[in-house]
Nanobody
């Protein structure tokens, strides 16, 4: 089993920044990829960004490219999501996920590709 704990959410005005953290524990060798997803009320969960632990390859949703950056600190078993130039449409519950994810077909962005999930952290951006 892998446990994931997110932190860093909060409320910010448009144009502001937040950094989310996700720390894993347990069988940390049992996944190859970690991702951030978000879900707004009444909407489906969508992939925001993912990073492959071995080689460090990163992938982003078009809506956040150039504004969000995913990174990892393997020594701390922690993945970060730096969010800059936040917009009201970024408001959502943000979830961290881990899993053995293929590097094809956009698997990094599909929630079904990930086996382990955190409890979520709320991000609210006001205009």
């Amino acid at each position: 089993q892998v446990q994931l704990v997110e932190s860093g959410g909060g409320s910010v005005q448009a144009g502001g920044s937040l950094r989310l953290s996700c720390t894993t524990s347990g069988y940390t060798y049992s996944y190859t990829c970690m991702g951030w997803f978000r879900q707004a009320p009444g909407k489906e969960r969508e992939g925001v960004a993912s990073i492959y632990i071995g080689g460090g390859s990163t992938y982003y949703a078009d809506s956040v490219k150039g504004r969000f950056t995913i990174s990892q600190d393997n020594a701390k078993n922690t993945v970060y999501l730096q969010m800059n130039s936040l917009k009201p449409e970024d408001t959502a519950m943000y979830y961290c996920a881990a899993g053995i994810v293929p590097k094809y077909g956009g698997s990094w962005s599909r929630a079904s590709s990930f086996a382990y999930w955190g409890q979520g952290t709320q991000v609210t951006v006001s205009s």
